[in-house]
């Protein structure tokens, strides 16, 4: 037996209208085989993974690629698009020397300050420490060190491994020209430089990922 909570509705509140449930539609499957709910054919292809990398930071880089990494062990086909700051990840004169700053990020905590007091591990470092010299250089080496723990491997290596694999890599035309690059400058995996509108067009039936 299920409970639900009440929840109080402000006065005048109305909702907007996102259109019929999903759940509410009809579906109905063609001789083909094909499933159409509402009268529009369902995207009836492979499992389809889209993710747009927009944060260029070295923590923020990797959580696309392991799971798009872990989307390609699973059969789906993966596509990543790679915006803004995060262009700097299919960037090779960049993708080796991404750093870690802890200014902003108010859950940086550090394992080994447990080994000198118990507990303190879990304690996010006070913020001021990140406008210290050589505080983010610090930062990134113990991340990098987290990462290799682990196994990981570092991006330049990760992008090579997941294009092996299959995943489809592509530049955002307008990052690009913003940043002034040539195409020598990106992965070699990269199919191409494209705008948004085309990758909006690419992740057709696609599930989203925005990091």
């Known amino acids: 037996m299920t409970s639900t909570t009440a929840v109080d509705i402000p006065a005048g509140f109305i909702m907007p209208n996102f259109g019929p449930r999903s759940g509410a539609t009809t579906t109905t499957t063609t001789a083909t085989g094909e499933v159409v709910a509402g009268g529009a054919p369902a995207y009836a ?10 944060k260029g930071n070295l923590d923020m880089a990797y959580p696309a690629l392991i799971m798009g990494n872990a989307a390609l ?3 789906a086909e993966v596509h990543i698009f790679f915006t803004f700051w995060g262009l700097d990840i299919l960037n ?4 080796h020397k991404l750093r870690y700053t802890m200014t902003g990020n108010t859950a940086m905590h550090m394992p080994e300050l447990g080994k000198i007091r118990a507990g303190a591990e879990h304690h996010s470092l006070p913020q001021q420490l990140g406008g210290l010299p050589g505080m983010t250089t610090l930062a990134t080496r113990q991340m990098k060190q987290m990462m290799e723990a682990e196994d990981i491997p570092e991006i330049p290596e990760f992008l090579d491994m997941m294009a092996a694999a299959g995943a489809h890599f592509y530049a955002c035309k307008l990052t690009f020209d913003m940043y002034k690059m040539i195409e020598a400058d990106l992965h070699p995996a990269c199919e191409g430089v494209i705008s948004a509108s085309d990758f909006i ?5 696609a599930q989203v990922i925005f990091v």
Request: a positive charge.
């Open 45 to 54: 292809g492979p499992r389809k993974i889209a993710f747009i990398c927009s």
């Open 73 to 75: 062990s699973e059969g």
């Open 201 to 205: 067009v690419i992740s057709e039936g």
């Open 92 to 95: 090779t004169k960049l993708n």
